[in-house]
């Protein structure tokens, strides 16, 4: 079992930046992945970021891309999702998720998921 927390979360204005860390219990060999969902009212949850633990690649949807990262501190057992130049579409709950796959971007494929951290970005 992993849990995972969220935290970083809260109102900004457009433009501005939020680093958003992801602690995990603990490293299980189960767990390859780290990855950034994100879910605004009424939509969908949808992919962001994910990383490996191991060798750090990373993936991203294209609507974040340059704008935002995704890296790993081992040693806390954290992953952080750093958040640059933000606009108001990015405005939604926060979750991060582990899965037992490599860098996969399907919410179905996680197994286990944060609370999430709430994100508004005003205009």
């Known amino acids: 079992q992993v849990q995972l927390v969220e935290s970083g979360g809260g109102l900004v204005q457009a433009g501005d930046s939020l680093r958003l860390p992801c602690a995990a219990s603990?490293?299980?060999?189960?767990?390859?992945?780290i990855g950034w969902f994100r879910q605004a009212p009424g939509k969908e949850r949808e992919f962001v970021a994910a990383?490996?633990?191991?060798?750090?690649?990373?993936a991203f949807t294209d609507s974040v891309k340059g704008r935002f990262t995704i890296s790993r501190d081992n040693a806390k057992n954290t992953v952080y999702l750093q958040m640059n130049s933000l606009k108001p579409e990015d405005t939604a709950v926060y979750y991060c998720?582990?899965?037992?796959?490599?860098?996969?971007?399907?919410?179905?494929?996680?197994?286990?998921w944060g609370q999430g951290t709430q994100v508004t970005v005003s205009s």
């Open positions: 998720a582990a899965s037992g796959l490599w860098l996969v971007m399907a919410a179905r494929e996680y197994n286990y």
């Open positions: 603990r490293r299980t060999f189960s767990v390859y992945t």
């Open positions: 990383i490996r633990w191991s060798g750090g690649n990373t």
